[in-house]
């Protein structure tokens, strides 16, 4: 048997070359900064730049929430509340921490009144967050706490609520489901009436519930209440009467402003249809529309004082001129343009008392269109009075330099010019104020508006009222304007309406008038649109709209009566004294 040969390790050939002499002295090294540098790092990174590792870890339980401000609340000029924000709750979830039993989602969609299918829809979205229902009631939102579901929770929030309702809808406008402003008042003023928001940091565990308020970072800062110059009584009654007339007429649309005459401020407006900002469900363009700023329309003869107003200004013409009308019809290149009576000869003052046409373009063509031009602009005829409401309309007002022989006459009766209604009662401020026009204002005044434009004298701005006061009497165009108690002085407007670039058979009726006459407290403006039950004149169809507006305001707004308390007609039957007239 063979003796075995043995080889040890050591005698291993592979180790008799032996290794450089700096290599290990180099992987020490090597091994020794990389040691250093994890060191140095995570030094850094733990005493001199731990922010990022803080944010990494409170981003998964640490949250800023939203405190919601607030929103200002809307009162009339008295204090009276028009809108005000109040709590309410959203309901949301988190799809994948939510495990409802058929007997829960049963009870959730009842509360949030919804279907079953349309609650699993949504929590079968595949997103980390949904809305279930926003804004519902504290009542409602109690009772879903109760029922202590995984994955659904609850935030606070406000919704806005109008007391008036319907009355103030156009005023007011309302806000969205994030209380921010949509329309009216609430999108005008928005910036004022909302505030701004705070936050707070939270820790939540991973089902979304707070476990610990840690910090608020910002207080909310609520927004600023807001004080119309509207004054709520007033209000509804113009919304009533206008309501009314529209039912009696059978019209498609109508509005009303009026105005405190003294300064400026808007104590009314009125549009119909109107809505509920409270459910705004089912709306659509016509109710949302606020006519009085958005519409414009052509007002036809209350146009007519202006330039009368002109003519006695520059001493073309006194009230006492006599104009002839005959035979009713003038031929101006190939038009005509006519009166609906034959008046014959009439005087300055009567020419506004019958509204006649002919008279009215016969006192224009005294005047230049340039002339005619700046009267118009400088009572603010196209462009928007800037109250601040979305949509304001400006109305049309060609250049001078445009106008035909045949468009200056008729723009002189108000024909070929588009108006608001607002910019109409806004330019009869000019009589009410003795010839001065001052900015119109939708919130309240705390002290009296600075002086005005200059537009007439004092002197023809009386006659002017006195020449008004003859139309809206006996043998006027309006002697339903009238009030008992109180002398009014107004003129009517009967406008064929104009599509596209025809004229229809359809009809705009209207009335600017102010009260009382002797010393003008209010002025009162009312458009119907499209009246149909078969009158349609705006003496038959405005008048007494304006009639019905302005005797409770004066009542209400306790002015002292300067006439009979019987309409004039009947006053002058009995033999009752009534208070002269200024002079004309």
Not at 433 to 446: C, F, H, I, K, Q
Request: charged residues 20%.
């Amino acid at each position: 048997m063979s003796k075995q040969r043995t080889v040890t390790f050591n005698h291993n050939p592979l180790l008799r070359h032996g290794l450089p002499a700096w290599r290990p002295r180099a992987v020490m090294l090597g091994l020794m900064a990389c040691s250093l540098a994890l060191i140095g790092r995570a030094m850094y990174l733990q005493g001199v730049n731990n922010e990022f590792l803080q944010a990494k870890g409170e981003s998964r339980y640490a949250r800023v929430l939203e405190v919601p401000a607030t929103r200002g609340r809307v009162t009339d000029r008295h204090g009276d509340m028009l809108a005000v924000s109040t709590p309410v709750r959203s309901i949301w979830a988190i799809p994948t921490d939510v495990n409802l039993a058929p007997p829960d989602t049963r009870k959730l969609a009842g509360l949030l009144e919804m279907d079953v299918q349309e609650l699993n829809r949504r929590l079968a979205a595949g997103r980390d967050f949904v809305y279930l229902k926003r804004q519902v009631s504290p009542e409602i939102a109690e009772q879903i706490a109760d029922l202590k579901l995984a994955g659904v929770h609850q935030q606070q929030e406000y919704r806005r609520y109008y007391p008036g309702g319907e009355v103030m809808a156009h005023v007011l406008g309302f806000t969205g489901v994030d209380d921010k402003g949509q329309e009216g008042v609430e999108l005008a003023f928005d910036g004022t009436l909302a505030g701004k928001p705070g936050a707070r940091r939270v820790i939540r565990d991973r089902r979304g519930q707070i476990i610990e308020d840690v910090e608020a970072i910002r207080a909310p800062r609520d927004g600023q209440d807001l004080a119309l110059s509207i004054d709520a009584k007033i209000q509804y009654l113009a919304y009533s009467a206008l309501r009314q007339a529209m039912q009696t007429h059978k019209a498609k649309a109508g509005a009303s402003v009026v105005l405190d005459a003294r300064t400026g401020e808007v104590l009314a407006l009125v549009n119909a249809p109107t809505y509920n900002p409270n459910n705004r469900t089912n709306l659509s363009g016509a109710q949302l529309r606020n006519r009085v700023l958005t519409d414009v329309y052509e007002p036809g003869s209350i146009m007519k004082p202006f330039i009368v107003g002109l003519a006695l200004d520059r001493g073309k013409v006194q009230p006492g001129t006599i104009i002839d009308t005959s035979p009713g019809r003038m031929t101006i290149g190939r038009a005509t343009i006519s009166d609906s009576h034959r008046n014959g000869a009439l005087t300055v003052a009567q020419v506004i008392q019958k509204s006649s046409n002919i008279g009215t373009v016969k006192v224009a063509m005294h005047f230049s269109p340039d002339e005619m031009w700046r009267l118009y602009d400088d009572l603010g005829f196209g462009k928007p009075l800037n109250l601040g409401f979305p949509g304001e309309a400006g109305g049309r007002l060609r250049p001078a330099k445009t106008w035909k022989p045949i468009e200056q006459a008729t723009m002189s009766y108000g024909h070929g010019v588009s108006v608001s209604l607002i910019q109409m009662a806004h330019a009869y401020l000019v009589f009410a104020r003795d010839g001065e026009l001052v900015p119109l204002s939708l919130t309240r005044l705390e002290a009296p508006p600075v002086s005005g434009k200059r537009i007439f004298s004092a002197a023809t701005a009386r006659e002017m009222r006195g020449m008004l006061e003859l139309a809206s009497g006996p043998g006027g165009t309006a002697p339903k304007a009238q009030v008992a108690g109180y002398r009014v002085a107004g003129k009517t407007g009967t406008a064929i309406k104009l599509e596209g670039a025809h004229y229809t058979n359809k009809y705009v009726s209207s009335y600017v008038g102010l009260a009382p006459a002797s010393d003008p407290r209010l002025i009162v403006a009312v458009m119907i649109d499209e009246p149909s039950a078969g009158q349609y004149y705006g003496g038959a169809v405005a008048a007494p709209v304006f009639a019905q507006i302005t005797e409770g305001a004066l009542r209400a707004l306790g002015v002292a009566p300067d006439a009979p308390l019987v309409p004039l007609q009947l006053a002058q039957k009995q033999g009752i004294a009534v208070p002269a007239r200024e002079s004309m």
